[in-house]
């Protein structure tokens, strides 16, 4: 049964940084696109970051860019989202995603799901 299961959240002051990371099992995932959302509390889950299958062409919500980086191993099925300079309103739970299609900004055009790992982003 094909599998994601993100790791790295945690607790962490403003300014400092964090690397998500979703590895990915059950199945291949190299010709998916990937994808990370995220979820505050009371908030609908939006739009983080994706990255197509080859690992090539990012794209970024505009809240994250130039913050954060979306990466992916292929050999170890495993894709990255490297957060820097943190702020408060980071905080969420965060979701990684895969997509048979292309990289997308939208949650249903995502296949697969993790079950979320929780940032908590102090001031």
């Known amino acids: 049964q094909a599998q994601l299961v993100e790791s790295g959240g945690g607790l962490v002051q403003a300014g400092d940084s964090l690397r998500l990371s979703c590895a990915a099992s059950g199945r291949t995932f190299s010709a998916y696109a990937m994808g990370w959302f995220r979820q505050a509390p009371e908030k609908e889950r939006e739009f983080v970051a994706t990255?197509?299958?080859?690992?090539?062409?990012?794209y970024y919500a505009d809240s994250v860019k130039g913050r954060f980086t979306i990466s992916r191993d292929r050999a170890k099925n495993t894709f990255y989202l490297q957060m820097n300079s943190l702020k408060p309103e980071d905080t969420a739970v965060y979701y990684c995603a895969a997509s048979l299609t292309s990289r997308s900004t939208m949650t249903n055009a995502y296949n697969y799901w993790g079950q979320g790992t929780q940032v908590t982003v102090s001031s």
């Open positions: 990255i197509n299958w080859s690992g090539s062409n990012p």
